[in-house]
């Protein structure tokens, strides 16, 4: 959902900016603006003395300016944090036992325990991703289940076999999972 809202709203700012950016340089290069147009023509100023002093004597004019600004600073900067953050865990720690420490590719361990979630009976698809810290991984996992499934019975087959592997073969105390089970849609079947 994240990705979906960025790349509407980069897109949306990006269309916005050019849009302005090539009238504003038509205008100031010759072209006759729009009745709409703000401004005239290039010696035009985009703020006029009186309208840069309009709201100097007011009280309340520049806490809200600052905070205005403030607030869209705030939301750049929490935008740029989400942008930046990894939501995939690259590697594990694993513990070796003398001290020292192994590295386990997270696409590895996710690509196991997908293909064992999905071996499972009953389990149409399967996907696992891994997030959460290296030293503290979390799973969280997909499941699409065939019709006439009981969920019960998959999830305990997941927590019993695939993700108990996946937690004793990376050497973890623990392994939190967030499991998300999903019915295959089918055709209704005649009873007869």
Do not use: C, F, I, M
């Given at each position: 959902m994240l990705r979906i809202v960025n790349r509407v709203l980069v897109g949306f700012v990006g269309l916005v900016l050019v849009v302005s950016g090539a009238a504003v340089l038509a205008v100031g290069l010759g072209a006759d603006p729009p009745s709409w147009w703000p401004h005239d023509g290039g010696n035009d100023v985009l703020l006029s003395d009186a309208e840069r002093t309009r709201w100097r004597d007011a009280g309340w004019w520049w806490p809200a300016v600052i905070a205005v600004l403030a607030l869209l600073?705030?939301?750049?900067?929490?935008?740029?944090?989400?942008?930046?953050?990894?939501?995939?865990?690259?590697?594990?720690?694993?513990?070796?036992?003398?001290?020292?420490?192994?590295?386990?590719?997270?696409?590895?361990?996710?690509?196991?325990?997908?293909?064992?979630?999905?071996?499972?009976?009953?389990?149409?698809?399967?996907h696992a991703r891994l997030t959460g810290r290296r030293n503290a991984p979390?799973?969280?996992?997909?499941?699409?289940?065939?019709?006439?499934?009981?969920?019960?019975?998959?999830?305990?087959?997941?927590?019993?076999?695939?993700?108990?592997?996946?937690?004793?073969?990376?050497?973890?105390?623990?392994?939190?999972?967030?499991?998300?089970?999903?019915?295959?849609?089918?055709?209704?079947?005649?009873?007869?």
């Open positions: 600073v705030l939301l750049a900067l929490w935008w740029l944090t989400a942008v930046l953050r990894r939501h995939r865990l690259a590697e594990v720690l694993v513990d070796t036992g003398d001290g020292e420490g192994a590295l386990l590719r997270g696409r590895a361990l996710e690509g196991v325990l997908t293909t064992e979630a999905a071996e499972a009976d009953g389990v149409e698809r399967a979390e799973a969280r996992v997909r499941l699409l289940l065939q019709p006439h499934v009981n969920p019960a019975d998959a999830l305990h087959t997941l927590t019993a076999e695939a993700l108990t592997h996946a937690r004793n073969s990376a050497g973890l105390a623990a392994l939190p999972a967030e499991v998300r089970l999903q019915g295959a849609k089918h055709r209704a079947e005649r009873v007869s």
